[in-house]
């Protein structure tokens, strides 16, 4: 991104800081104490906001009406709860993850039942429809690259339409995804705005203000790193514990299904680092968003709540999910020699 904006951000960094301050500009030299230089990141985020500013995509994303909608989110919140900055942010996270991914998480789940609950059919028909073809194949000589086509054709075809009978193509699974993802960046970059005085608020540098005194315990400053890591190691650690609590639900996972896992058992390990890197504030949404996610995990393997979610009964389904999950979590991780 600074490479793209090349020397002209080098000559307009004086008068941004002067602007983030909120003092004049003076055409003259400038007497008494030097401004002390902001670090590369807060002033490239400033510039994001420079009246002029042709920056990169980062600009155009921390300047965009969803990200300005997730600003005013948690200042309504802040102002609405009267709590400090840790408090509203934690209770904005909790709000979010009940209101928005929870019910989406419930359908996923609701999806992803009538879909295994089909997987019978699904493959009685594969075998009908394989000795049809194989009729077909010997009685016209077709090839084998012409039958396996015309047995994958209809196959599709067939698997479609139990879909559309049953209202539940898989696809409608993702959309927990299409919603959750974005709304994590949007909200994560309004915390940066926030952290660093670039938030498009009226409420300016104040937020930033604010954030400084408004930590609790070992980081009472929120536009700061955790300089003990102990936030970002923990965001780690719980965003492993839901990878490994989905990898014990799937037994005989497909190679497809393992590469998966392994790619986001290593984001989740990456995030460390990245997550010592940002201000707390954000590290702490962070964590809050996944202890969240952690218990939606752990609260839609219960099956009362799958019942009052009227979630279908499905044969992979278990009467004891908790006791399972740490009979399975104990054989692999503990009582392997």
Known sequence: MLCTLGGRLARLQPTLRLRALGLPLLSGPMSGPKLQPLPVWAVASISAVAPGSTGGWYEALAASAPVRAAEEVLLGAHAASGLPWWGSILLTTVALRGAVTLPLAAYQHYILAKVENLQPEIKNIARHLNQEVAVYASQLGWSKRVARLTYLRNMRRLVS??????????????????????????????????????????????????????????????????????????????????VEIFALQKIGMSRFQMYVTYFVRAVSVLMIPIAATVPSSIVLYWLCSSFMGLSQNLLLRSPGFRHLCRIPVTKSDSDTPYKDLFAAFYAKFISRK
Not at 166 to 193: E, G, Y
Request: glycine share 6%; with cysteine; charged share 10%.
């Open 161 to 242: 339409e139990l879909y559309i009978r049953d209202n539940c193509h898989p696809f409608k699974a993702t959309v927990l995804v299409w919603i959750q993802l974005p709304m994590w960046i949007f909200m994560s970059v309004a915390l940066r705005n926030f952290s660093i005085g670039a938030t498009h608020s009226e409420a300016g540098f104040s937020v930033q203000e604010q954030l400084a005194t408004g930590g609790i315990l070992w980081f009472p400053d929120l536009t700061a790193l955790d300089s003990t890591w102990i936030l970002p190691v923990s965001v780690g650690v719980i965003n492993l514990l839901i």
